[in-house]
């Protein structure tokens, strides 16, 4: 059996996924390629466990000052490009193509009538049971033309429907795993970063480990920069008693499962994130601020922790469903992947 895995590089969560799969496939013998798409090839980092992997350019948004730019997504989509890719990446090698909202081998194997298995957070939001707020027909369209599948798994927090799994949280050995209760991982990679700095020095008593694209390693007084790094992001955040981020899912689902509080403020503009936001708002499972909001920091520094959510670590189960080919048959699946989450 051999598979070819396409990964929307656009956000670090699609990728954190990818290698917790990557990992199964490899321990249980099964070939596949990786092709990533959504960022220039240089802005990858700690791309091991991706073995002579491919990138294209893609489709992705643009951000500024915290929003979406939707005039600038359109204008950097690069549409011509986009179908030259689609049209010339052959996938007639490849028993199935298995998909994480990645357009370039969803409709390549479209086209060369190859079965594709989406699995993502976004095809959660196919089900009429995930709450999703304002404009739901019109997304739900989007996401199906966007990376069209035969069957869709979609990832979320809870079990809403019977295609829907939990995420999948691989356990790491960490530095120094103890909380330090005044330690805080910051992750607002779509804000400025100079607004993230002018907004967390008003609150010098806690210290805030910022990791941001524009960061380089340094520190003043209480706010310690980091530039992108996949090990020290998950040693600061082991030890760290809560996370202020953006509303993204992997990232989230992390904290979540090792108890940390969060709190959130959604990219403006983006259906997922705001989903998200209030979903776990109303899981009483996270603090949402629609901007940097010096209030409501102060507020989530003296709330108390969040308890664990146990999501599985081992995606076996997700990968022998893969291999027996009974794509039309989630009930199983769905029942074993979350018989052990609580």
């Known amino acids: 059996m051999k598979i070819l895995y396409g990964i929307q590089g656009t956000g670090n969560g699609h990728i954190t996924r990818a290698r917790v799969m990557a990992n199964a496939f490899k321990q249980m013998g099964i070939a596949v390629d990786y092709v990533f798409s959504g960022r220039a090839q240089q802005n990858y980092f700690d791309m091991d466990e991706f073995t002579n992997y491919r990138s294209f350019r893609g489709l992705s948004f643009t951000t500024q000052n915290g929003q979406v730019n939707s005039y600038q997504t359109v204008k950097n989509s690069r549409i011509c490009r986009l179908l030259k890719d689609i049209k010339q990446l052959d996938v007639s090698g490849y028993d199935f193509v298995f ?9 390549a194997a479209k086209r060369q009538a190859v079965p594709v298995i989406g699995m993502s957070h976004q095809a959660a939001f196919l089900s009429p049971k995930v709450p999703m707020f304002g404009h739901s027909l019109l997304r739900r369209s989007f996401i199906k033309y966007y990376a069209p599948a035969d069957t869709y798994l979609g990832v979320h927090w809870q079990p809403f429907a019977q295609n829907i799994i939990p995420p999948f949280i691989a356990h790491h050995q960490h530095d120094n795993p103890v909380n330090v209760d005044n330690k805080v991982l910051v992750y607002l990679p779509f804000e400025e970063l100079r607004s993230v700095i002018d907004y967390l020095q008003e609150f010098p008593e806690k210290e805030f480990y910022c990791y941001h694209p524009q960061a380089q390693n340094s520190s003043t007084a209480n706010i310690h920069l980091r530039a992108p790094s996949r090990g020290g992001f998950l040693n600061d955040l082991a030890n760290a008693s809560g996370v202020i981020a953006n509303a993204g899912f992997e990232l989230s689902s992390e904290a979540l499962k090792l108890g940390k509080k969060l709190l959130l403020k959604p990219l403006s503009g983006q259906f997922e994130q705001d989903a998200n936001a209030q979903t776990l708002l109303a899981m009483k499972a996270a603090h949402v601020m629609n901007y940097l909001n010096s209030n409501a920091l102060d507020d989530w520094l003296n709330s108390t922790s969040q308890k664990q959510i146990n999501f599985p670590s081992d995606p ?16 199983e699946l769905h029942q074993n992947l979350w018989s052990s989450v609580g």
């Open 99 to 107: 998909n994480d909202f990645e357009p370039i081998t969803a409709w």
């Open 316 to 331: 076996q189960p997700l990968v022998e469903w893969l291999a027996a080919r009974q794509w039309h048959n989630t009930q």
